[in-house]
């Protein structure tokens, strides 16, 4: 399977800073219809992940444009402009270009 | 408003089984693809199964740690899903969720084996 792989593990932010959370695959997720399948989800305590980015870079429906994300091949970001509040909670990367796998986790929290 | 929302849960013995069933709503089923994911401490997020539309006749895929054991079907007059999980293992335990092929979520609901 896939290994994907977060850092930071934590991330303690002041609100209103910037945020940055890397994902790293451990092989290509272009898939061969020239795809790349690598999501973003945020799961706030007692709650099940929502989808925020989907394919890179598309932000979901509902989703603030202060989050964006990029990337290619085996190296993605996902970027929180001006951190809210609401913002907090555990971040998870997902590819399903292969088998559907997850990473690890970063968690996001006030400095 | 997409609304998922998982039943069947709770505490079976090893070597036991147990059906979760998720009833859909807001969005037309019989054209999502469904899956199920668990979460555990242990383990954090791992996908179970999938199963896909009609069109795709209604085909199944597992993840290799319960295939064998577990097996995922549907209902499009019911829009609902289903998990039948049998020889469960305490590595089963976890949170299940239903997803409709990870755009949404519902809230789970929690699996614990153990004697």
């Known amino acids: 399977d896939v290994v994907m792989t977060q850092t930071p593990l934590s991330l303690p932010v002041s609100l209103g800073d910037q945020a940055s959370i890397s994902c790293r695959s451990s092989?290509?997720?272009?898939?061969?219809?020239?795809?790349?399948?690598l999501h973003w989800y945020l799961q706030k305590p007692g709650q099940s992940p929502k989808l925020l980015i989907y394919?890179?870079?598309n932000r979901f429906s509902g989703v603030p444009d202060r989050f964006s994300g990029s990337g290619s091949g085996t190296d993605f970001t996902l970027k929180i402009s001006r951190v809210e509040a609401e913002d907090l909670g555990v971040y998870f990367c997902?590819?399903?270009?292969?088998?559907?796998?997850f990473g690890g986790g970063t968690k996001l929290e006030i400095k | 408003e997409v609304k998922l929302e998982e039943s069947g849960g709770g505490l079976v013995q090893p070597g036991g089984s147990m059906k979760l069933s998720c009833a859909a709503s807001g969005f037309t089923f019989s054209d999502a693809w469904m899956d199920w994911v668990r979460q555990s401490p242990e383990k954090g997020l791992e996908w179970v199964a999938e199963?896909?539309?009609?069109?795709?006749?209604?085909?199944?895929y597992y993840a290799e740690s319960v295939k064998g054991r577990f097996t995922i079907s549907r209902d499009d007059s019911k829009s609902s899903v289903y998990l039948q999980m049998n020889s469960l293992r305490a590595e089963d335990t976890g949170i299940y969720y239903c997803?409709?092929?990870?755009?949404?979520w519902g809230q789970g609901t929690s699996v614990t084996v153990s004697s």
């Open positions: 199963i896909r539309s009609k069109a795709n006749n209604h085909a199944t």
């Open positions: 394919k890179v870079s």
């Open positions: 092989q290509s997720l272009v898939h061969s219809n020239g795809n790349t399948y």
């Open positions: 997803t409709n092929a990870m755009d949404y």
């Open positions: 997902s590819q399903s270009t292969h088998v559907w796998t």
